[in-house]
Nanobody
Framework: QVQLVESGGGLVQAGGSLRLSCAAS????????MGWFRQAPGKEREFVALINWSGAITSYANSVKGRFAISRVNAKNTVYLQMNSLKPEDTAVYYC????????????????WGQGTQVTVSS
């Protein structure tokens, strides 16, 4: 199992930026594709972004494409989510997770999850 801890959330005005971090410990971090997901109040958890084991390949939900950027530094066992041009609809708890079955956006294919970090965007 990989243990994950997210940080970097907070309150920001619309149009602002935040950078989330996800620190991993336990089994070899660089073996896994990593994903970011979010869950807004009253809504289901949804996919945000995905990065492969090396960091060379990324994928994004249409709602964040062009505004968010996922990256990773395997030497630091950390994955990041840079969020720019934030909108009130980005308000949610953001989670990072390890993909158990390769390249996937399916929540059920993710094995280890962090506790989440709250992002609130005011209008």
């Amino acid at each position: 199992q990989v243990q994950l801890v997210e940080s970097g959330g907070g309150l920001v005005q619309a149009g602002g930026s935040l950078r989330l971090s996800c620190a991993a410990s336990g089994r070899t971090f660089s073996n896994y594709a990593m994903g970011w997901f979010r869950q807004a109040p009253g809504k289901e958890r949804e996919f945000v972004a995905l990065i492969n084991w090396s960091g060379a390949i990324t994928s994004y939900a249409n709602s964040v494409k062009g505004r968010f950027a996922i990256s990773r530094v395997n030497a630091k066992n950390t994955v990041y989510l840079q969020m720019n041009s934030l909108k009130p609809e980005d308000t949610a708890v953001y989670y990072c997770a390890t993909a158990s079955t390769g390249w996937t956006r399916v929540i059920g294919d993710y094995g280890s999850w962090g506790q989440g970090t709250q992002v609130t965007v005011s209008s």
